[in-house]
């Protein structure tokens, strides 16, 4: 269920993809800023629901999901085990997910992908656009070629289907009809980055950190940028404010390659 092929985006050098090791060094920095990250706005309460990444569980969402909740947050995992690609019921099992929580609060829910996750989360929004307030992917492949990552071998696999999938896709790579953010990392070592560009628009953006792709649910940059996405008043959505902490934490992701 990875974007279709139409660019000959290759797949993250092996220096890059050796590089993920610094995954762990991320979610000990985000632990030892936590009292800093206590600082950003507090959300009002509106359900959350957490999207993880290929072969992953919501155990690999634990941290982002505390932080959230921390924040104020009504935070959800899927709850369907771990992510092997859209099989049987899976599909059917996260919209069930979703109409739970919009249903159980009278509100719209906020919708976090982590990579094949975040494929997911666009696909819901396009499904269920009325149940959903906002999207937010986090090296997200809804774009460019297939096997622009180091995972579509392990897709393939463990899926039993092609990580061609243009059924799906057309779904996924139009921008959903509601606040929409990817962020996203230049020195990913799973994802092509170009496979995680959004189309800015009045209601859609980028964001650009520098973080290893397993990290990028406990990074401390988007741990920030995540709760000031998800604290954006519903109807009255504004883009991301780079500020001070640009350019070495939020790098201008519309600068050339």
């Known amino acids: 269920m990875m974007a279709a092929a139409h660019n000959p985006i290759p797949p993250p050098s092996r220096l890059l993809l050796l590089a993920e090791a610094r995954a762990v060094w991320e979610a000990g920095a985000a632990v030892a800023l936590w009292p800093l990250l206590q600082l950003t ?5 509106h359900p959350v629901l957490v999207l993880p990444g290929l072969v992953a569980s919501d155990m690999s969402t634990k941290l982002l999901r505390h932080y959230l909740q921390s924040r104020g947050y009504d935070t959800h995992g899927w709850g369907l085990g771990r992510n092997l690609g859209p099989r049987a019921g899976i599909e059917d099992g996260m919209i069930a997910k979703l109409e739970s929580l919009h249903a159980d609060s009278g509100r719209k829910v906020s919708l976090i992908g982590w990579s094949l996750g975040g494929v997911y989360a666009r696909l819901l929004a396009s499904t269920r656009p009325d149940l959903v307030r906002s999207v937010v992917t986090l090296g997200s492949p809804f774009t460019g070629s297939a096997r622009a990552t180091n995972a579509w071998r392990v897709y393939e696999g463990v899926s039993g289907q092609s990580s061609e999938d243009p059924r799906r896709m057309k779904h996924v790579r139009p921008t959903p009809k509601v606040p929409t953010t990817s962020i996203f990392s230049r ?11 959004e189309e800015t628009g009045p209601s859609s953006e980028n964001i650009e950190v520098v973080a290893s792709h397993l990290g990028l649910g406990a990074h401390p940059a988007v741990l920030y ?5 998800l604290a954006q008043p519903e109807g009255a959505w504004k883009p991301f404010n780079r500020g001070a902490l640009g350019p070495l934490v939020f790098p201008d992701p519309a600068r050339p390659e």
């Open 225 to 229: 940028a995540l709760a000031d996405r």
């Open 41 to 45: 706005p507090r959300g009002d309460g």
């Open 187 to 197: 020195s990913d070592g799973v994802v092509a980055w170009q496979c995680s560009v």
